[in-house]
């Protein structure tokens, strides 16, 4: 059998991975029943989009947001720390979180 030698393309830059870091570190809260249970009660009671309706938007609530988030002392489980967001005011949140770590 022939012997097959491993090509090697010292102009070819290897791919360095970075380890990957866990952005929601807390992901054991949100695949509790309590937490799924308090989502669907919260997204019924209140629709709407909390930051859409501060500027006259009228868009549904679709992502159970923590004001302040869990990994920046939030309380998991008062409600009060919690708010109703469409999916892109929550990324827009998400995005200026992220900006501010570093």
């Keep these: 059998m022939p012997i097959i030698h491993k090509v090697t393309r010292p ?3 290897s791919k360095t991975t970075k380890p990957k870091v866990d952005t929601n570190a807390n992901r054991d809260v949100y695949n509790t029943r309590r937490h799924q249970k308090e989502r669907a009660a919260y997204l019924k009671d209140n629709p709407l989009c909390a930051e859409c309706q501060k500027t006259g938007k009228v868009t549904p609530a679709t992502v159970f947001d ?3 988030p ?21 990324a827009r949140k998400r995005q200026s979180e992220r900006s501010r770590k570093f």
């Design 11 to 13: 102009w070819i830059q």
């Design 66 to 68: 923590h004001i302040t």
């Design 70 to 90: 869990i990994n920046q002392g939030g309380d998991k489980w008062d409600l009060s720390n919690k708010q109703g967001l469409c999916s892109s005011c929550h």
